[in-house]
C-alpha cells in the first residue's frame, strides 16, 4: 500500500511534469490534454495521482475539469496569487497526512502510555507554552516535540520512525502557515486543544484522544483556524 507521504510527493512531482510541459507550450490555451490513462503511463504515476495532479493545478487556475469532456486548459500560467495558493495546498497535503499518523497515535497512546510517557507529555506542553515567547521557529519546534511525544508514547516503533522521516517537511510547513496566516507563537495557537490531548491521553480515553485529534489538527479547518 502507498504510504500518504510517498502519495503527495508523487503528486507535487506529476504536477510539475505537467506545468513543465504546459510551459514548452505542448498544448495551447483551451486545448484539451490527454485523458487520465495516457498521462498516467506518460508521467509514470497512477491515474489517481493524475486526479490530483490536475486537482492541484486546477486550483491555480491553470487547468479546468468539465464533466463528461475531460481536463482543458485554462491558462498557461498561474494567475497572480498563485504563490499563496500553491503554498496552502502543499501545507493541506502536510496536514493529511500529519492527521493520518497523529490521530491514530494520539489513540494508541491512550492505551499504551506509562509513567515515563505522562512526565515527556507533560514537560512537552509546558515547553510548548514556553516557547510561544520564543519566537516562531522555537514554537515550531516545540510543537513537533509535543506531537513527537504522543507518537512516541504510542509504543509503536514503525510509527515513530514515520513520523520522524516526516518531520522536516512538517516543520517547514507550519512555519510557512503560520507566515501566510500572520500567526505569532505568543498567541499560543491550539493552546486548548493540546492541553485536552495530553488530559485525554492521561486519562487513558482513546477515543477522546482521537476526537481532539481530529477536530483540532483538521484538514481544511486547520488551514481556517488554529495553527498547531
Known sequence: MTSPIRRHLLTDQAADLLRSRIDSGEWEVGAKLPGETTLAAELGVGRSTVREAVRMLAGLGMLESRQGAGVF??????????????????????????????????????????????????????????ASRAGAAAFVDADIALHRAVVVAAHNPVLTELFETFVPRLRAAMLDLMDIRDLTASSEPAADAHRLLVEAIAGGDAEEAARVSTSAFGTREYLSTSGG
Open 73 to 130: 486548459l485554462r491558462r498557461s500560467s498561474p494567475r497572480q496569487d498563485w504563490d499563496r495558493v500553491l503554498r496552502t495546498e502543499e501545507i493541506l497535503h502536510v496536514v493529511e497526512v500529519r492527521n493520518t499518523v497523529e490521530i491514530e497515535a494520539a489513540r494508541l497512546a491512550a492505551t499504551r502510555r506509562d509513567d515515563d510517557d505522562l512526565e515527556a507529555l507533560r514537560r512537552a506542553l509546558d515547553a510548548r507554552s514556553a
